[in-house]
């Protein structure tokens, strides 16, 4: 069974740095590829990052701030955040592709398992 669980979320003050985690079970990380998006209310689902064996993909909004990583070993994924901002603030979600185009990574219909999303806060 395919799973997939997003967690690490909590309250942060603008600037801070937080790293959140995606935990996966019934599969191999390492043949799968790892998005993770967001979602504040009101607004649509965004692709934050991607990560797959030898390839990184970032948002604009957050490139040069988030870091994307996976440890085989603990079949994890992590996000590494820094210099947050208030719009940073979202429910994100980590999801497992399938095969997709490189160029559509940000698009969730690409993403047939998602994990339960963890609420990440930035506000002073």
């Known amino acids: 069974d395919v799973q997939l669980q997003a967690f690490g979320g909590g309250l942060v003050q603008p600037g801070g740095s937080l790293r959140l985690s995606c935990a996966a079970s019934g599969f191999a990380l390492d043949d799968y590829g790892i998005g993770w998006f967001r979602q504040a209310p009101g607004k649509e689902r965004e692709g934050v990052s991607y990560?797959?064996?030898?390839?990184?993909f970032y948002a604009n909004s957050v490139k040069g701030r988030f870091t994307i990583s996976r440890d085989n070993a603990k079949n994890t994924v992590y996000l590494q955040m820094n210099s947050l901002k208030p719009e940073d603030t979202a429910i994100y979600y980590c999801?497992?592709?399938?095969?997709?185009?490189?160029?559509?990574?940000?698009?969730?219909?690409?993403?047939?398992?998602w994990g339960q999303g963890t609420q990440f806060t930035v506000s002073s």
């Open positions: 990560i797959n064996v030898g390839r990184k």
């Open positions: 999801a497992r592709s399938g095969r997709l185009i490189f160029s559509e990574w940000r698009a969730p219909p690409n993403y047939a398992n």
